[in-house]
């Protein structure tokens, strides 16, 4: 059907970071992230580096921007604040760094996450871009959110073997003029 990995192309691992936003959560406790580096790491990526940033507009861009000017980093994958309560602000925080929107990555989530949880996925604003070159995946702070979003669209996409199309085959021309 063309939408499975191919036998005949290498893997090729893409070094990726993991941010959680929360004002509550701590390494112990912070579910959601283990379940986006243990997925990653399972799957032959590198960890480029996993962080904790509070729920602060600027604490966030300070800490996206700084990734996605390290050169190392080819992607970077957030888990919370993209619900709809006053504390929800990692798509205002990361949406003004992007140069281009993935549309259909939060599409296609919400499409996925109703099979799940029906019409309470429309609470979710889980969206995606690039920005200096760097593939950006946001997602929802819910251990179920993460492992849809890794497991149904993320992993393909970083996934050179992922056929037809795959983000890691465009990598290189991302910062094209």
């Not at 259909?104 to 919400?110: L, T, V």
């Not at 996925?121 to 760097?134: D, E, M, P, V």
């Not at 970083?158 to 910062?175: G, Y």
Request: contains cysteine; proline residues 4%; glycine residues 8%.
């Amino acid at each position: 059907m063309g939408h499975s990995p191919s036998g005949n192309i290498e893997f090729v691992a893409v070094n990726i970071a993991v941010i959680t936003v929360s004002d509550s959560r701590t390494e112990e406790t912070d579910t959601a992230g283990k379940l986006l580096v243990d997925r990653l790491v399972d799957a032959g990526h590198q960890l480029a580096e996993k962080v904790i940033v509070k729920d602060n507009k600027y604490l966030i861009r300070e800490v996206v921007s700084r990734l996605i000017a390290d050169d190392d980093v080819q992607a970077v994958i957030t888990t919370g604040g993209t619900g709809l309560t006053g504390r929800d602000i990692t798509p205002e925080s990361v949406k003004p760094l992007f140069d281009k929107e993935i549309e259909g990555f939060g599409e296609i989530f919400r499409w996925l996450s109703y099979q799940h949880i029906k019409t309470s996925t429309i609470q979710s604003r889980a969206f995606a871009g690039l920005a200096n070159g760097t593939a950006i995946f946001c997602l929802p702070g819910s251990p179920g959110a993460c492992r849809d979003g890794w497991d149904e669209v993320i992993s393909h996409q970083l996934d050179l073997r992922h056929k037809p199309c795959n983000l890691v085959e465009m990598m290189p021309r991302f910062l094209e003029s």
